[in-house]
C-alpha cells in the first residue's frame, strides 16, 4: 500500500495540525496528484457499491441536484460545481481549521467539520424519507472526500485543499458535462 494512503489514514486515527515538512514543490505535487487519484477512485468505487445496492433493492433516491443544473446551463453547472462550490466549502469547512490548529482538541473539531461536509451534501438530492434514511451511503464519497480534503489543508494549505477540490469535482463532472454537450451537438 503506498505511503501517501497510509499518511492519510494514520492522520484520520489522529488528526493533528502539522503541517508537511515538505517543502519541494514537485514532491509536493507528486503527493496531491496522488491523493487526488486515490480520492477520486474511492468515491467512485463507493458510488459504484450505492449504485449496486439501489438496483438490488429497487431503491429510488429522485433526482439529483445535478440533473436540473444541466437542464438549465453547462456553464451555470460548471461554475458552481468547479469555482464557486470548492472555493465556499473549503473556506467554510477546512478554513476554520487553523482557528483549532494548537487545540487538545482539534481531532474533534475535524472529524465535525468532515461530518457537516459530507452531509451538507444531502441537500443535493430530493429529500424524501429514503434519502434520509439511505444519506450515510448517499453522502460517503463526500465524507471520504473530505478527509482528503482535510489532510491536504493541514499538509499543504488552504488553496491546495481548493484547488484539490475544484479537480475533483472538475473530474467528475467532465463525463456528465461531455454527455451532455454531445446530446446538444446531436440535436
Not at 87 to 106: A, C, D, Q, S, T
Not at 141 to 165: D, M, T, Y
Request: with cysteine.
Amino acid at each position: 500500500m503506498s505511503s501517501k494512503i497510509i499518511a492519510v489514514w494514520e492522520f484520520f486515527k489522529n488528526p493533528t495540525y502539522e503541517e508537511s515538512l515538505e517543502k519541494d514543490p514537485h514532491e509536493r505535487l507528486r503527493w496531491f496528484t496522488e491523493l487526488l487519484l486515490y480520492a477520486l477512485t474511492l468515491s467512485y468505487l463507493i458510488g459504484m457499491v450505492n449504485a449496486g445496492l439501489q438496483n438490488y433493492f429497487d431503491i429510488d433516491i429522485g433526482k439529483h441536484a445535478s440533473e436540473d443544473l444541466m437542464n438549465r446551463s453547462l456553464l451555470l453547472l460548471f461554475a458552481a460545481a468547479v469555482i464557486m462550490a470548492p472555493v465556499m466549502e473549503e473556506v467554510i469547512f477546512r478554513g476554520p481549521l487553523i482557528f483549532f490548529k494548537k487545540k487538545n482538541y482539534f481531532n474533534c473539531i475535524f472529524y465535525f467539520l468532515t461530518f457537516i461536509f459530507g452531509f451538507y451534501h444531502i441537500s443535493n438530492f430530493e429529500l424524501t424519507t429514503t434519502t434520509l434514511l439511505l444519506s450515510p451511503l448517499l453522502v460517503a464519497p463526500q465524507l471520504s472526500v473530505g478527509i482528503f480534503l482535510g489532510f491536504v489543508r493541514v499538509k499543504f494549505g488552504l488553496l491546495w485543499a481548493i484547488i484539490f477540490h475544484a479537480l475533483y469535482n472538475f473530474i467528475l463532472m467532465t463525463p456528465l458535462l461531455f454527455m451532455n454537450f454531445l446530446d446538444l451537438l446531436l440535436e
